[in-house]
């Protein structure tokens, strides 16, 4: 399950079509980190499809909530003329998360030095959405910004 594969469809109002060809879960995706070598990186491909003029805008992706990414690291790349985009997490510690009130106590406090426990979470939430223009759209910086497709990495441990 290190890669993952996903068609768009992109809307200019309402929800984007995100769905896997092989029928599998599209929006929660969740990753087994334990399943992952040390250092292996997970890797979602989007490739828009039917989509004349659409095309992945500047990196592809707005990460939306950096809260847990100081124990991964997020990449994106847009290939084959705006039609494809590759979203790496890799670098990822497990059981090293922020707690919600240090998350907090460092957004709320941005100009003040801050120490504090990590927690064991077994739950990272991967949050971004995708980013695609429309070329037939007559205003050249409209962008238009997908639903998250919620990617959770976790500790699956068998019930």
């Not at 039609?83 to 240090?102: F, W």
């Not at 927690?119 to 037939?136: C, G, I, P, W």
């Amino acid at each position: 399950m290190n890669n993952l594969s996903f068609r768009v469809i992109p809307t200019e109002n309402g929800q984007w079509n995100i769905f896997s060809p092989t029928g599998g879960e599209s929006e929660n995706i969740c990753i087994d980190y334990k399943a992952l070598k040390a250092g292996q990186a997970v890797n979602l491909y989007y490739e828009l499809v039917d989509c004349l003029g659409w095309e992945f805008a500047e990196n592809g992706t707005y990460f939306s909530d950096a809260k847990d990414n100081f124990n991964y690291q997020l990449t994106s790349i847009v290939a084959n003329s705006g039609q494809s985009l590759i979203v790496s997490i890799s670098s990822i510690i497990p059981a090293h998360a922020l707690p919600a009130q240090l998350a907090t106590e460092l957004a709320d406090n941005p100009d003040e030095a801050v120490s504090g426990m990590l927690s064991e979470s077994a739950d990272y939430e991967v949050n971004f959405r995708l980013v695609a223009k429309n070329t037939a759209n007559q205003e050249p910086t409209m962008r238009y910004f997908s639903q998250d497709p919620r990617v959770i990495l976790q500790d699956m441990e068998p019930h």
